[in-house]
């Protein structure tokens, strides 16, 4: 077995933050908020779907995608479409992949690159670069290394489990493995979802934490990172610059869940029960289904405060008044 170990340091800014996380992460998994909210699970989900495809230029939004994974008709570009279900199948076999098994990452790149690339599941055969623009800024290792790199780079994750922190060894992968470029596609997707992975081997919470959508907030950064580790040789900007993403992530985690307990609330816990998810409602047919007169009435102390806790959306955010608008619970 190979003895390679990826060049990184830990920091006293890392120590900080993996115990920030790690505080955040027991706050959130011994109130069970993720586990008891399915919605909440699922809408964070489809967030990170739609944030990692968004970070390589798919260009269907939020509402497009959760209409494809809900197999509703959506017109646009058939590879993109295609690529979101492809994501949604990858992202639901989180819990079955074994972070240390090459098997299962070319299995799990054959599921996210379905009729998408042609080798795929397969690693390159050929010289890969990354290009901004027409200029080349980083040449990829040859394709006859990547065999023995990705080798090296999964045994040093078997040899170091319960050594190297979970939160550490992710983002020591996720840049590796951007660094080697196994595939001729969809290695950012899939550096991002196998730092999910171990991450979930740690804590289960993370499969429902979208953590690709804080990337994708910060991309300019994310690539700026991987940049620099590039020019210096180890991996310590893209190591802090992860953690951090998740320790904001878990931020607009906990306030999600506490956005969720609002629901206690008379008026919205029962219009909330009378809707069901992702299908849209006018406000004349959850009048109907609440058993209420008066508009006025609906407005004031059921869709507005539902609107504002984000409990629910419009449809038309742009013309909230248009005889069109329909509202959808979340």
């Given at each position: ?132 623009g027409d200029k ?145 409602y006018t406000a ?47």
């Open positions: 077995m190979s003895d390679y170990v990826p060049p990184y340091t830990i920091s006293n800014k890392m120590l900080e933050l993996v115990s920030s996380i790690s505080e955040k992460v027991g706050k959130i998994g011994g109130h069970r908020e993720l586990e008891s909210k399915p919605h909440l699970r699922r809408n964070n989900q489809i967030r990170s779907i739609h944030s990692s495809l968004r970070i390589e230029a798919n260009s269907l939004s939020l509402n497009e995608v959760r209409d494809v994974i809900n197999g509703h008709l959506v017109i646009g570009d058939q590879k993109e479409i295609q690529e979101v279900k492809n994501a949604h199948r990858a992202y639901e076999k989180i819990s079955e992949i074994a972070p240390t098994s090459i098997k299962d990452l070319k299995a799990v790149h054959k599921i996210m690159t379905y009729l998408t690339v042609e080798s795929s599941g397969h690693f390159r055969k050929s010289g890969e670069g990354v290009f901004a080349c800024i980083f040449v990829c290792p040859p394709p006859n290394m990547v065999n023995n790199l990705i080798t090296d780079l999964f045994s040093w994750m078997k040899r170091s489990a319960g050594k190297v922190h979970p939160l550490i060894m992710a983002a020591v992968f996720h840049y590796e493995f951007v660094f080697i470029h196994p595939f001729t596609d969809g290695n950012g997707r899939m550096a991002r979802l196998w730092h999910t992975v171990i991450l979930c081997k740690w804590r289960e919470s993370f499969a429902y934490i979208p953590l690709e959508s804080q990337i994708e907030k910060n991309q300019e950064g994310y690539y700026r990172a991987i940049s620099q580790c590039h020019s210096k040789g180890n991996s310590n900007i893209f190591i802090e610059f992860m953690l951090e993403m998740i320790d904001q992530v878990l931020d607009e985690v906990m306030l999600q869940i506490d956005k969720t307990k609002a629901e206690t609330s008379q008026y919205i816990k029962r219009m909330l029960d009378c809707m069901e998810y992702d299908l849209p004349n047919e959850i009048m109907e289904r609440l058993g209420l007169k008066s508009k006025e009435t609906l407005r004031k102390n059921y869709l507005n405060p539902a609107l504002k806790l984000g409990l629910i959306a419009m449809t038309l955010p742009d013309t909230p008044k248009s005889k069109n608008q329909r509202y959808v619970k979340r």
